[in-house]
């Protein structure tokens, strides 16, 4: 469990001077009012549509593979928008690990944070279930103003990103748990703890089963929800954040928990989150993470990838 980000004088070779350079630019940004902020990265995602080929490609087949049956055209203008939020995402990260917590409180909307209470007064741990939307960094922080929770993350490859991302996620949380570390993410439900778990990424073959997603009838999804919450003895509770339609602020809700969840298959648990992380991202289909290759593992070896 990481607790606090450390610092070191290798972060401070030569070698990543233009990286700090660049932190330095971003620091700057902050400053700048929401609704400037917010132009200006819907900006750099329409200009990243011009540069970035492989990330459009693989957002558009997401797109049709998802919801054949819309009009090619507002797939299209789907696309378009979802990269601008996704350039807004740029400033939600960056205001997430920067933003002091009077400005966060100031953009900021909570539904739900009831339930959460209740459940760690009635002494369980809270897992809550999560989308990869693009404001997720933004959710977390904001999370954090009433009730420190625990992250569940990937370690970053790059010393100087990894410093970042965890000074920057700590801000307003208790620790961060790398996302393999199963046994300190039960530990800490028992304590208890929230955490915060996804399940709507492509992780691989070797912890997946295949079932629906949208229109794709054998998506790899993962089944850990189901053990975690078991060994964890915790309630999972759907969370959605979103950027609000004005530009100006974010809303995070969390729902009441699931009722009879874990069940007795983990298959028929994988499928009802399935359709519950369906129905988190068409709350705003524009604000998810079209750009993953969610479909990439394909339950026969060999077979023909969906994305040429």
């Known amino acids: 469990m990481v607790e606090r980000a450390e610092f070191s004088k290798q972060l401070l070779h030569p070698k990543h001077w233009l990286l700090w350079c660049g932190v330095g ?10 609704r400037w902020q917010m132009k200006l990265g819907a900006g750099i995602g329409r200009l990243a549509m011009l540069f970035a080929k492989g990330r459009v490609h693989t957002a558009r087949r997401n797109l049709a593979l998802c919801f054949p049956d819309m009009a090619t055209a507002d797939r299209e203008q789907l696309l378009k928008r979802n990269f601008a939020e996704t350039g807004k995402a740029i400033f939600d990260t960056i205001n997430a690990w920067w933003w002091s917590n009077e400005r966060i409180q100031a953009h900021m909307t909570i539904k739900g944070q009831e339930y959460v ?50 000074k920057g996620r700590l801000r307003s949380n208790k620790a961060l ?35 629906p997603f949208f229109a794709v009838p054998d998506a790899a999804t993962i089944t850990g929800g189901t053990t975690l919450a078991k060994l964890g003895k915790a309630k999972v509770l759907p969370f959605f954040v979103e950027r609000n339609a004005d530009d100006n602020g974010y809303t995070i809700e969390i729902e009441a928990p699931l009722d009879n969840y874990p069940g007795e298959n983990e298959e028929q648990d994988a499928i009802r989150g399935n359709g519950i992380i369906e129905r988190l991202i068409s709350r705003n289909m524009s604000q998810y993470m079209w750009l993953h290759r969610r479909f990439k593992t394909r339950p026969v070896k060999g077979s023909a990838s969906l994305y040429k």
């Open 177 to 211: 748990i790398p996302k393999r570390d199963l046994r300190q993410m039960v530990r800490s439900l028992r304590a208890p703890n929230v955490i915060w778990y996804t399940a709507d990424q492509d992780f691989g073959r070797s912890s997946a089963i295949f079932i």
């Open 117 to 166: 209470q209740q459940t760690l007064d009635a002494g369980q741990g809270v897992i809550l279930f999560a989308v990869h939307c693009l404001p997720l960094e933004m959710g977390a922080r904001i999370f954090g103003q009433f009730n420190p929770g625990v992250g569940v993350y990937r370690p970053h490859n790059h010393p100087v990103m990894e410093y970042l991302q965890v």
């Open 25 to 34: 630019f971003a620091r700057l940004l902050t400053l700048l009012p929401l």
